[in-house]
Every structure is written in structure tokens, then in C-alpha cells.
């Protein structure tokens, strides 16, 4: 019976630490669905607050950007392109300690500046930040587009 009290503790901690498990999900979740809306709504200053100061931005197999200044360059760079269309869908969230991964899919549907509509669909990859604050930020973003597939969203 000694065993009952510290069996107690053990439960109960376990069951916070689920609690704070789901909850730092959820709040990832949150945090990606900004982004999304932030993107679908062509908010420059929205899309570039969901980055942490230092973030690095790359996309395929061009090279890294780093830091919001020069993401923001990037993002004003592409402004003439308009995304009608954003599905971002997560396979995988994986939180360890205050960094957080998210692997998933997503399309876009995009205007160009010629008008021509296309949609455009790869995989992504977020690793997350925990900020002072609490907050998530996006420390990495990586999105590669691929041909066909992924997902069909």
C-alpha cells in the first residue's frame, strides 16, 4: 500500500501532461490555420507576424531566406500572384519540448498577373517555436511542390 500515494501522483501527472499535450496541439493547429487565412488573404503583415524573428523560409530547391525582413521582400516579390484557393492538410504534429514539427500537404489555386489560374499542390514541413509569451511561431517553413497526388485536397 505505500505504493498507492506515489501511484496517485504518477496518475495525475501523466494526466497533465496529456492535458498540456493536447493543448500545445491545439494551439499549433491555431497557429497554422493563421498562417492559412493570412496567405488566403493576401495579408503580407499577417503571414509574416506567424514567422519567429530568425525564421527560415525555403521552397523546393530554391535557396533559404532567413529572417522576417528578408521573408517579407520574398512575399511582396510574389504580391503580382493572387492564391484564391489554400488547403493545408497536416499528417503528422509532433511536439518535443518548445520546438513542435508538422508535416503535411497542401494546394493552392493561384492567379498569376497574366490572369491564368492553376493550382499548385506539394508537401510542406513547420517547425515550430514556443515563444516567451506562449505563443507558436514558425521557426522553418518548407514547402516543396510535387506533380500529381499529394493527398488530392
Avoid at 53 to 74: F, M, Y
Avoid at 76 to 105: C, E, M
Avoid at 107 to 122: A, C, L, T
Wanted: glycine share 8%; hydrophobic share 40%; proline share 4%.
Amino acid at each position: 500500500m505505500k505504493r498507492a500515494p506515489q501511484t496517485a501522483v504518477f496518475v495525475l501527472w501523466l494526466c497533465c501532461q496529456t492535458a498540456w499535450a493536447d493543448s500545445v496541439g491545439e494551439q499549433i493547429i491555431a497557429a497554422l490555420e493563421r498562417y492559412r487565412i493570412a496567405v488566403l488573404e493576401l495579408d503580407i503583415d499577417g503571414e509574416v507576424a506567424s514567422f519567429a524573428e530568425d525564421a527560415e523560409l525555403s521552397q523546393g530547391n530554391e535557396p533559404t531566406v532567413q529572417g522576417r525582413t528578408t521573408i517579407r521582400a520574398l512575399l511582396q516579390s510574389q504580391a503580382g500572384f493572387k492564391v484564391v484557393g489554400y488547403d493545408l492538410r497536416t499528417a503528422a504534429t509532433r511536439v518535443q519540448g518548445l520546438i513542435a514539427i508538422q508535416n503535411g500537404f497542401y494546394s493552392q489555386r493561384i492567379i498569376s498577373p497574366q490572369h491564368e489560374s492553376r493550382i499548385v499542390k506539394g508537401v510542406f514541413e513547420v517547425q515550430w517555436s514556443r515563444q516567451p509569451d506562449g505563443s507558436w511561431l514558425i521557426g522553418r517553413l518548407y514547402t516543396e511542390q510535387v506533380e500529381g497526388d499529394p493527398r488530392k485536397p
